[in-house]
């Protein structure tokens, strides 16, 4: 059974720091593309970053046009686990954080990836 377990979300002032965790089991880390998506009420869930895999993708990340430059994805192969660090954070950051799974390359439509975890909830004071 494949599991993504997100944690590290909070309330945290602006201009302030969090890293969130996703730890996975029970698939292939290194065939698979990771990547953290946001939701916040009443939008659609949209695509954060993502660092496709290396032996099927292209290796590389991506990111939103809001995080470039603030937040930055990355992976401990031996620990099976995606990291988003986050910086600088703003209000708009507000939502819930899930990570995701898709075999090969970074996608930004949900709906290609095939296993996601329970959101962490990230809340920005301003």
């Known amino acids: 059974e494949v599991q993504l377990q997100a944690s590290g979300g909070g309330l945290v002032q602006a201009g302030g720091s969090l890293r969130l965790s996703c730890a996975a089991s029970?698939?292939?880390?290194?065939?698979?593309?990771m990547a953290w998506f946001r939701q916040a009420p009443g939008k659609e869930r949209d695509l954060v970053a993502c660092t496709s895999s290396i032996s099927r993708g292209d290796g590389k990340t991506h990111y939103s046009d809001s995080a470039k430059g603030r937040f930055t994805i990355s992976e401990d192969n031996a620990r099976k686990t995606v990291y988003l660090q986050m910086n600088a954070l703003k209000p708009e950051d507000t939502a819930v954080y899930f990570c995701?799974?898709?075999?090969?390359?970074?996608?930004?439509?949900?709906?290609?990836?095939?296993?996601w975890g329970k959101g962490t909830q990230v809340t920005v004071s301003s």
């Open positions: 995701a799974a898709e075999r090969n390359f970074c996608s930004a439509w949900s709906v290609e990836y095939d296993f």
């Open positions: 029970g698939l292939d880390f290194d065939e698979y593309a």
